[in-house]
Every structure is written in structure tokens, then in C-alpha cells.
């Protein structure tokens, strides 16, 4: 005899009142499964909100750094580069502004016209 009809003999020799409780507890086994299949679920949408978090909270920390880094003037973006020599970009902007102003004088005017530009281009 297997197992399974061994099982159906005793259930079947069971009362009424031990069927019920039997039936319940069986339930309760189903609502138990039910209720661990729904928190792996959400366990498992939880892990990926917590990876998605931690790798915004990764990218705010690197802006947050670079910020720091520009307006200590540690970083500086490729556009405004200056000579090594210049340890602040206050001492940059100064020496810009002395370049500037010694070379206003300019007597050469250059001849931007379209036909100085596409001279010799067969037109």
C-alpha cells in the first residue's frame, strides 16, 4: 500500500470535527506558502529599490565632490585651463585681464569680408 493510500485511510477514519480542523490547518499551510511567496516578492522589489538608491546616492556624491572641486577651484573645467604657474583663478583672471588690456591697441584690421574668404574658390 503507498503512503498517499495510507493517508486517505486515516483521514477517512477520522470524525467530522477532526476533518474540519484538519481542513483548516491545511488551509492555513496553503495561506502560510501564500504569504511567504508574497514577501520573497517584495523582498526581492525591495533589494532593487535599495540598488537603485544606493547608485543614485554613488552619482550625487560624485556631483557633490565635483561641485566642491569647482567652486574651491581644485577642478577646473577644459575651458578654463590656466597656466600651472597661476595657483588661483583669481591670479588667472587677473593676468588675462593684463594681456587684455595690453594688447588693445590694434591697428591691423582684418578683412572678414566673403570675399576675402572664398578668394580663389572659383566663385
Request: hydrophobic letters at 40%.
Amino acid at each position: 500500500m503507498s503512503t498517499l493510500q495510507e493517508i486517505e485511510q486515516a483521514i477517512e477514519r477520522l470524525s467530522d470535527q477532526e476533518k474540519s480542523e484538519l481542513r483548516a490547518w491545511l488551509d492555513s499551510l496553503g495561506f502560510v506558502e501564500r504569504v511567504k511567496q508574497e514577501q520573497d516578492a517584495l523582498s526581492e522589489r525591495l533589494e532593487a529599490e535599495v540598488q537603485k538608491l544606493a547608485a543614485a546616492a554613488e552619482r550625487v556624491s560624485v556631483l557633490e565632490t565635483r561641485l566642491n572641486q569647482a567652486s574651491d577651484g581644485s577642478a577646473v573645467a577644459p575651458s578654463m585651463v590656466r597656466p600651472a604657474r597661476y595657483q588661483h583663478r583669481d591670479q588667472w583672471i587677473e593676468a588675462f585681464n593684463r594681456w587684455v588690456d595690453s594688447n588693445r591697441d590694434v591697428t591691423a584690421v582684418a578683412d572678414d569680408s566673403r570675399e576675402s574668404i572664398y578668394a580663389g574658390r572659383g566663385e
